[in-house]
Nanobody, 124 residues
Framework: QVQLVESGGGLVQAGGSLRLSCAASGRTFSTYAVGWFRQAPGKEREFVAATRWSAGSTYYADSVKGRFTISRDSAKNTVYLQMNSLKPGDTAVYYC?????????????????WGQGTQVTVSS
């Protein structure tokens, strides 16, 4: 079992930055993939970024590439999402997710463990 807790959301003006954190407990991320997804009101949950912990590979949605960076701290068993140049369209609840058997890191259905979400609001 893995428990995930997100933090770092908030209200920011367009062009600003936020850093989200996803802390894991129960098991380490060492053999897992960790993904960030977001869901805006009335929209489906969408992939944002992911990393395969052991390989260190990273993946991004086209909409955030060049603005968002996913990183990790092995000692803290934590994954971060640094979000720069934020736009009003980035407003959503952001979730981190994890699982040990991910084939397609962009597919939310493949993740079994989810955090509770953290709200990000970008004002224009």
């Amino acid at each position: 079992q893995v428990q995930l807790v997100e933090s770092g959301g908030g209200l920011v003006q367009a062009g600003g930055s936020l850093r989200l954190s996803c802390a894991a407990s129960g098991r380490t991320f060492s053999t897992y993939a960790v993904g960030w997804f977001r869901q805006a009101p009335g929209k489906e949950r969408e992939f944002v970024a992911a990393t395969r912990w052991s390989a260190g590979s990273t993946y991004y949605a086209d909409s955030v590439k060049g603005r968002f960076t996913i990183s990790r701290d092995s000692a803290k068993n934590t994954v971060y999402l640094q979000m720069n140049s934020l736009k009003p369209g980035d407003t959503a609840v952001y979730y981190c997710a994890s699982d040990g058997r991910i084939i397609n890191v962009r597919d939310a259905r493949q993740y079994d463990y989810w955090g509770q979400g953290t709200q990000v609001t970008v004002s224009s």
